[in-house]
Each structure stands twice: as structure tokens, then as C-alpha cells.
């Protein structure tokens, strides 16, 4: 396979910058540029070597370290050369390479390549996408688990359990007087089992979508209810407007924040009320529609008028609602199913984020944050059902057909079987050198 070459570092200066080489002729295009007390090809693999990199007009100071097939990211002899990391310095490098033969590496290429050779599951790559833009503890760690092979251990242990089930199958087939009744008593019971593990895995996507992408929040309430105070409080500084004037908020203000590692996002909104004010009648048009694509509605009251907000909480019921009274010092009888805040001291609003964040949690078990991963389970799925209902209705070969299909759509998250249509569309949400 042709050698590519990529800056790995981002584009921009700063300490360091690292351009890579990875293919059949890496180890021979950096002997050609580097020299240092050891020729690259007798260096030792993993090590790192000071030395001098020639290119044409200019001399650096710098780092290479090799690593041999099959033991390298790639799983093809690759080597690194670590440079200052002036923006002109490292093209220069690159530029230096490309002449000397090796192509330019296209979006996600490397990573690509290992999944090719073998080094990672499509899915493992995927990880590696997660880590690069996680920008919460809990996104980082769930993406940590998937680039490190968790995910990829369950789907294939569900893959094998319908092997076993289709070999049984097969020898039922073959050899009906000997297998026939063993096959079909403990069948069943195994398709259900491969059915309840792929239902976990589709369920916990609920939360993974919350982990990797936030809790988006929208604060509704009537004007004046506090809504900017709250999200003021939130955030521990003066981000919105406030002031007596009822309708001080038209537009939508959004800001997040990390709480204990989860990632929050808040949308703080026009009070909703009947108006004949084109801006303000536009705004809460505005409130009610970021409203609508929101994961957890925050209706707040205002403790001091005990107004009434049934009518939003009808409307998103399908959603989950924290229903809270603000100025919560000025009411006197509390009922256990509201939520009690003070959005000018604080009171309550800790309490608050911890219940938001419970939406995240996962039990035991792997969690599922990609929706191209959910959409294969949901296949699998689809067809570990057929083969139930198939097995009591027909014979036992056919269930074989379902049981393939499942196979397939599992092979889909892992790479193993999935057609190079969706392994382009994986890579090319990478960055060039990675």
C-alpha cells in the first residue's frame, strides 16, 4: 500500500508538531531526510532518536521514532518526526516528504488503515473520533471505553452466541436423530437471551445520546418568573439581562456549563404570555420552538404569584419536566413534588443540577452513544424478533435466515461485514492526521 503523510498536531504554532509516515516505503523516505548517530533503519522501534532533518533549504532539529509492521497504529511500518511546531516549519516538513514520494493522507486515513489491518473494530475507530472532540468527563470517558474495545467485546460476544445458535441449528439439520431435540429445547431460550442483551444495549443509547451531546435545557416561565436569574445562577456570573421590566428577555440565550463531569447546556428564553408586541410575540414563538428540541424543560413559577403553567405542562409531556418555584423564601406551604430554587441566593440550584444529571446515569454494562450504532442494533433487533416468532411457526432453517440477518447488523457496528459505503462515511468525519 502507497506511503501517506499527514500533520498529526493541529494546524497553528506551538511546542511541538509531529508529521507522520505510515506505509510500504515510510522507513525508506525517512532515511532518505533524517540522519542522527543511528541510520533509521537500525534505529530500535518505540525509541526516540535526536538527530537532523534535511529538507530542501532548510536543516531542523528533531525527534523521529519508527515503529515496525504490525506493531504501530496503522499496522504498517510508521514512522513519526517530532519538530518545532512553527506553522511553516511543519509544512515545510510535509512538503518535504510529499517530494520524496509519499502522498498526502486523506481524512481519518491512519485510522482507517488500522481498521483495515486489523489493529481496531470500525466501532474502536469511532471511539477515537469521541475522544478527540469529548468535551465533558463523562463524553470522555464513554469514549475512552468504546476506543479501548468495550463495546466491541459485547458485540461480538452476541455475534458468537448466534453462532453457537446457528451451528446448533446447522447439526439439527444434518443430523436430526441425534441433535433435533436438544437443538430445539434450548433454542429459544438463547434467541431470548441475544434479544434482552441487544434491548439493553438500545436502551442505554437514551443516555449515551445525553453523555456525548449534553443535557440541552430550556428555562420556560411567565415573564418575571426568574428565568435569566436562574441561568445567571447557573452559570455564577451576569450572562443575562435582568430587570423589573416584565419581557426584558426576546431572544434566546444559550451558555453550558459542566456538572460533575456531565456537560449541561441551557437555554434561557422569552417569558410566554399572550402579546401583541411583533418582537416580544416573536420571541416566545422563538421559546416554545427551542423548547420543543429540548431533553429536559425547567418550567419555573414565581413563588411570590403562584401562577398556573399546566398548559406547558401538557405540552411537553413526553418530555422530562422539572416543575420549580423560584423565591422559594416567600412560600409558605411546599408541596413533595415541585422543586424549590432561590435564583438570587443560590438555594436550591445545586439540587437542581443533580437531578438533571441522573438523566445520564448508566447501570452496569456498556452504553451506546452513537445513533449509527443504535440504528444497527435496532436491525438486529428487528430480526432476533422475526426469528422468534419464526421458530414456532416454521422450520428451524428459517429461522437460520433471521439469525443471519441479526449476524449482519451486528458485523455493521464492528466493521466485520459492513459495506465500504459506511466505512468511508465513518472517516470522513476525521481530521487529516488521524
Known sequence: MHTITAISTPHGAGGIGIIRLSGDDAIKIASSVFSSSVKVEDQNPREMYLGKFEGENFEEKALCVKFIAPNSYTGEDLVEFHVHGGVFLVTRVL???????????????????????????????????????????????????????????????????????????????????????????????????????????????????????GILCAILGKPNAGKSSLLNAILGRERAIVTDIAGTTRDTIEEAILHKGVKLRFLDTAGIRESEDIVEKYGIERALKEADGADVIILLLDGATGENLDELIKRYSDKKVFVCVNKSDLVERKQDNLCYISAKTGDGVENLLDEIIKLSAVEDGEVVTSARHTEALVRAHESVVSAEGTFSQYTIDCVAVDLRKAWSALGAITGDGAESGIIEGVFDKFCVGK
Open 95 to 213: 512538503e518535504t516528504l510529499l517530494k520524496k514520494g509519499a502522498k498526502m493522507a486523506e481524512a481519518g486515513e491512519f485510522t482507517q488503515r488500522a481498521v483495515l489491518n486489523g489493529k481496531m473494530g470500525l466501532d474502536e475507530a469511532e471511539g477515537v473520533a469521541d475522544v478527540i472532540v469529548a468535551d465533558s468527563t463523562a463524553s470522555l470517558n464513554a469514549a475512552y471505553r468504546q476506543m479501548t474495545g468495550a463495546l466491541h467485546k459485547k458485540i461480538v460476544w452476541l455475534q458468537n452466541e448466534i453462532k453457537d445458535v446457528l451451528v446448533n441449528i446447522s447439526a439439527a439439520i444434518d443430523y436430526p436423530d441425534e441433535v433435533e431435540d436438544e437443538v430445539y429445547h434450548e433454542t429459544p431460550d438463547k434467541i431470548k437471551s441475544v434479544r434482552e442483551d441487544i434491548e439493553r444495549l438500545i436502551d442505554s443509547h437514551k443516555s449515551g445520546r445525553l453523555i456525548k451531546n
